[in-house]
C-alpha cells in the first residue's frame, strides 16, 4: 500500500536555526498538506499547496515557514529561524485529485526539537 | 464549520465492541463525516467515510442517522493495538485540497 514518507523522523536544532523537513508524497497525490501537533494538543493545519502554489495556509504559517516541491516527488517545509515553540511534530499529507471525496493520508511525522 | 463533540476518553476490554459517537449538529448538507485514527508519535490514519446510513469496511463501521446531526464509529472486537485517539471530521470533502479541523477526539484505552 503506498505510503507518505517524511525524514528525517527527529530533528534537534538550535534556535534561530534553519531546517527543512522533507516528505515524499504518495505518488499520483496532487495535493499535498503540512501539519503540525505540539505535543498534548491538537493536529493544526499549516497550509496546503497545489499545482505549485499555495492553496491555503492558516495564521501559523508566518513569513518564516516556506513550502517548496523541488522535484517530482519531494515536498518541503522549511521554517527559517526556528523558535522553542516551533518544537512540535510535523506531519506531511497528500490527497489525490479529482477523488469524489477528499481523503488525506498523512506520514509518520518528523520530531522538532528546538534548544 | 460544523462543531463535533466527541468523549474525551473511554475505556474497553479487550473483545468487545466499541462506539464512539460524534456530535455534528450543524453539519451542513455537502459535509461528509470522516473518522481518523492517531497512535502516539505517529501520523493520524483514515479510518472510514460517510455521508449517511451505514458504511462498513475491513476496520470499522460507521452509522449515521437520518437527521446526520450525529454518527457512531464502531469498532467490532477490539485489541490492544486498537488504543489510540480517534477523531471525527466533518467537513466538505468533496472539495480537494481544504484544510482538515481536528479536535481534541476521544482517547480509547483497550484494556486486557
Known amino acids: 500500500e503506498p505510503e507518505v514518507t517524511q525524514t528525517p523522523s527527529h530533528q534537534v536544532t538550535q534556535m534561530g536555526q534553519e531546517v527543512i523537513l522533507r516528505c515524499v508524497p504518495i505518488s499520483n497525490h496532487l495535493y499535498f498538506y503540512w501539519y503540525r501537533q505540539i505535543l498534548g494538543q491538537k493536529v493544526e493545519f499549516l497550509v496546503s499547496?497545489?499545482?505549485?502554489?499555495?492553496?491555503?495556509k492558516s495564521e501559523i504559517f508566518d513569513d518564516q515557514f516556506s513550502v517548496e516541491r523541488p522535484d517530482g516527488s519531494n515536498f518541503t517545509l522549511k521554517i527559517r529561524s526556528t523558535k522553542l515553540e516551533d518544537s512540535a511534530m510535523y506531519f506531511c499529507a497528500s490527497s489525490e485529485p479529482l477523488a469524489v471525496t477528499d481523503t488525506q493520508y498523512f506520514g509518520p511525522g518528523t520530531r522538532l526539537t528546538v534548544l | 464549520l460544523a462543531k463535533t463533540t466527541q468523549p474525551i476518553s473511554m475505556d474497553s476490554y479487550e473483545g468487545q465492541e466499541v462506539n464512539i459517537t460524534c456530535s455534528h449538529n450543524n453539519i451542513a448538507t455537502n459535509d461528509y463525516i470522516t473518522w481518523y485514527q492517531q497512535f502516539p508519535s505517529q501520523g493520524p490514519r483514515f479510518i472510514i467515510q460517510g455521508y449517511k446510513t451505514k458504511v462498513t469496511n475491513e476496520v470499522a463501521s460507521l452509522f449515521i442517522p437520518a437527521d446526520r446531526k450525529s454518527s457512531t464509529l464502531s469498532l467490532p472486537r477490539v485489541s490492544l493495538s486498537d488504543t489510540a485517539v480517534y477523531y471525527c471530521?466533518?467537513?466538505?470533502?468533496?472539495?480537494?485540497?481544504?484544510?482538515?479541523?481536528f479536535g481534541t477526539g476521544t482517547s480509547l484505552t483497550v484494556i486486557p
Open positions: 499547496f497545489y499545482n505549485n502554489e499555495i492553496s491555503e
Open positions: 471530521l466533518v467537513g466538505d470533502f468533496t472539495n480537494t485540497g481544504n484544510q482538515f479541523y
